[in-house]
Every structure is written in C-alpha cells, then in structure tokens.
C-alpha cells in the first residue's frame, strides 16, 4: 500500500523521502487549523509556497504531493491543486459531517462535533505521541519522550450535514474554479502551471476584503 510521508515544506527536506523511496509527498507544516506548530516550536511556511516550490521538485521525480493543511473551502482546493498537488487533505472541512467520528452537541443554537489536532494532548494520549516525540535511546523516564509539548489544539467544527450533499457541492466548486480559470483538466491545470499560463498574484488586504462579501447590513451565507 503506497504512503506519503512527511510532512515537508522545502525542496530539500522533499530529497531525502524521495530518496529514501517514498511513494508520495505530504506537504504542510504548522497551517492546520487546530495546529500549533509555528507557534510552540517556529517552523513552518506559508502553505501556497511549500505546496508550489515542492510539487515543483517532486514532478521531477515522477512523485506525486498530497496538500496537507489550510483547505478551508472549495477555492483553496482549487488553489491547491493549480500550485501543483495531486490531491489535498481536508481535516476540519469533513470533521463536522455526519460520517465523521464523534457525537453531535449543541453550543449557543448552533449543532456542533468535537475535532482534535493530531498534536493536541488529547489526541497524543490516544495514541499520535509517536508522530511528535521519541526516546532519547537511553532512559525514557528522563528522555524527550517524558515531556510532551502539545503542537495542537482540540475544539469544534459545525455541522456540515452528510458526505452524500457535501461532497458533491465540493466537487462542483472545484469544477466551477477550474472553468473560470480557463483550464478544462487537472493535468492541463499543471501543465499551464510549469509552463507558465496560470500566474498567481499577490493581493492587498483591501483586494481580499473587496473578494468577499461586503457592503451588506447583514447576510445568510449557505454553501447549498
């Protein structure tokens, strides 16, 4: 069964997986929304540059690279996969489904489900500890496996219904992205990246506020 590890944010960390034989690349670091990377231990990138600059690299060697982190909505899917990911992975996005695990509750009117970072304490206690400390090769009673340092939070996302209605509203975003972009394929989304026909560009804080919904005394926002 193929697996990617990582996570990776640069070339060169993306070169020893490679060469080490891995079969997939998963790219992101500390831009999760329930993680706390960049904060406790400061490091990490900006998520669009990582995913761009290492799917670069990697496609040199034929490997294929998963966006792990900072997927919040349809376009940052579609943002994903233009700057060169094969697939993305949607934590917070499916938490709050009803496939998801966990049990539903009410706060403030609004039904919610519980969703833990993989770095949480709480989450570290079920098991993911491996992926954040090790044994010194010593003594683990005063090795770095006797302190945990929790790179992650736990808190609640709402609830967004049955994957059966999501999915394909998700799905149907990215198609509309890609359609307005210009672009008809996934594959002929990559090549216009490497050759140049899709450009990126940075936007000030008055574009991205004009981006969104404004000027409105109050609104409801449905995604279906």
């Not at 403030?108 to 989450?123: H, P, T």
């Not at 992926?131 to 945990?148: F, I, L, P, T």
């Amino acid at each position: 069964v193929p697996r990617p590890p990582g996570n990776v944010v640069t070339p060169s960390q993306a070169l020893h997986l490679i060469q080490a034989g891995a079969d997939g690349l998963r790219v992101g670091m500390g831009i999760g929304s329930i993680c706390t990377t960049q904060e406790v231990c400061a490091v990490g990138r900006a998520q669009a540059s990582s995913v761009f600059h290492v799917s670069k690299f990697a496609a040199k060697h034929g490997v294929p690279v998963v966006a792990d982190g900072g997927i919040k909505s349809t376009g940052h899917i579609t943002k994903a996969l233009c700057c060169g990911a094969s697939c993305v992975m949607m934590g917070s996005m499916l938490a709050g489904t009803d496939e998801a695990p966990g049990e539903y509750f009410y706060q403030d009117g609004v039904r919610l489900k519980r969703y833990r970072g993989m770095g949480s304490l709480e989450a570290m206690s079920k098991g993911s500890e491996k992926r954040y400390v090790w044994e010194d090769g010593k003594s683990s009673a005063c090795g770095a496996a006797a302190v945990k340092v929790a790179q992650g939070v736990s808190g609640a996302v709402q609830d967004k219904g049955t994957l059966r209605r999501y999915i394909p509203y998700l799905m149907q975003g990215v198609k509309h992205g890609l359609q307005d972009a210009g672009l008809k394929s996934l594959a002929e989304a990559k090549e216009g990246l490497y050759s140049g026909k899709i450009r990126f560009e940075i936007r000030s804080p008055a574009a991205q506020k004009e981006g969104g919904v404004h000027g409105l005394h109050s609104y409801q926002k449905r995604l279906y």
